[in-house]
């Protein structure tokens, strides 16, 4: 065999040997980028490590194992960035047509706009992944609808079902549930509606983010009622009992605790975290540590088994809100 006929052989075996999965924050850590043109707070490479609890969340977001995934969040913690990722994990790595539903057509097309485009153009693994025509942007390529190989990403409203029905989709995310017409011009919901779409895909994925809406009618909280209940769990520095982060104890007590001036008035500044398990105020100079897997931060669901992967984070977690 000559030195040709090895390395043709090599090439081949290569190309035929299949490839190792590649989750979504590992994706998201080597290729992951947040554009500066976006006006993102923070630009450049992505990473999991300033908002770890988002891990997992990317991880299931794009695994095969889930159909059904359901994310009740606050504010600031991340999430649009992270769904950005899926959509770049996605484009580059494992191709599918995506619907992504923003509560109306013009934050659909304020998203595309000002997040997805300006990533296109930054990222260096997805820069010209979108089909164009000599270098000029194609019929393909419009304001809420991307095609790339082997997949189409179009971007709708929640308020125009017409987006809905296009065509048949294996993946359907949705933003801000809680903020959508719930029976979309007399045609349903428009979750339903979507959801139809990926009735035909085994490996089907759905995924709605929000933050709650009203208590009893908030479809958000419904299905996180459904669903595996993951808490993130991070440990007290001082005794290492490991729970939640929870705005009061189960006496109903708050567990931010502040001093306060000669005139009585809390000082917002000074606020630390009760532990009940050891009694010790925790400084906020403390989360970013305590919020790390290296420290034991974990996901844990409170019911295990259920097929539907939910996932429950506050405000005290983020790293961009102050206690």
Request: charged fraction near 25%; hydrophobic fraction near 35%.
């Amino acid at each position: 065999m000559t030195m040709l006929d090895a390395r043709t052989g090599r090439l081949a075996a290569s190309l035929w040997q299949e490839r190792e999965p590649l989750t979504g924050s590992a994706w998201a850590n080597t290729h992951g980028w947040i554009a500066r043109s976006s006006g993102a707070a923070e630009g450049g490479p992505y990473s999991t490590n300033r908002a770890p609890y988002m891990a997992e969340i990317l991880d299931v977001m794009c695994d095969e194992r889930h159909t059904d995934v359901v994310f009740n969040k606050p504010a600031q913690v991340g999430f649009t960035e992270v769904l950005n990722q899926a959509i770049g994990y996605i484009m580059h790595y494992d191709p599918s047509g995506v619907i992504v539903i923003q509560p109306n057509d013009g934050m659909a097309k304020a998203w595309m706009k000002e997040r997805i485009d300006p990533m296109l153009a930054e990222s260096r693994a997805l820069r010209g992944i979108v089909r164009s025509e000599g270098g000029r942007r194609s019929s393909d390529d419009t304001m809420q609808r991307k095609v790339y190989r082997g997949g189409w990403l179009v971007a709708v409203g929640a308020n125009a079902p017409s987006g809905l029905r296009s065509r048949p989709s294996r993946r359907v995310f949705g933003d801000e549930r809680s903020g959508w017409t719930l029976d979309s011009r007399n045609q349903g919901d428009p979750w339903d509606l979507a959801g139809e779409r990926t009735a035909t895909f085994w490996n089907a994925k759905r995924v709605q983010g929000s933050t709650p809406g009203e208590r009893g009618t908030c479809p958000t909280t419904e299905a996180l009622a459904m669903s595996d209940r993951r808490r993130y769990h991070v440990a007290c520095p001082s005794c290492g009992y490991a729970a939640p982060l929870e705005w009061k104890t189960p006496e109903g007590d708050y567990r931010l605790l502040c001093d306060k001036d000669a005139a009585g008035v809390i000082i917002p500044e000074t606020a630390h975290y009760l532990c009940t398990a050891c009694g010790v105020l925790i400084p906020e100079t403390e989360k970013l540590r305590m919020i790390s897997p290296a420290r034991g931060a974990r996901w844990v669901p409170e019911y295990p088994g259920r097929r539907v992967a939910g996932f429950d984070l506050n405000g005290l977690y983020s790293p961009w809100r102050s206690w």
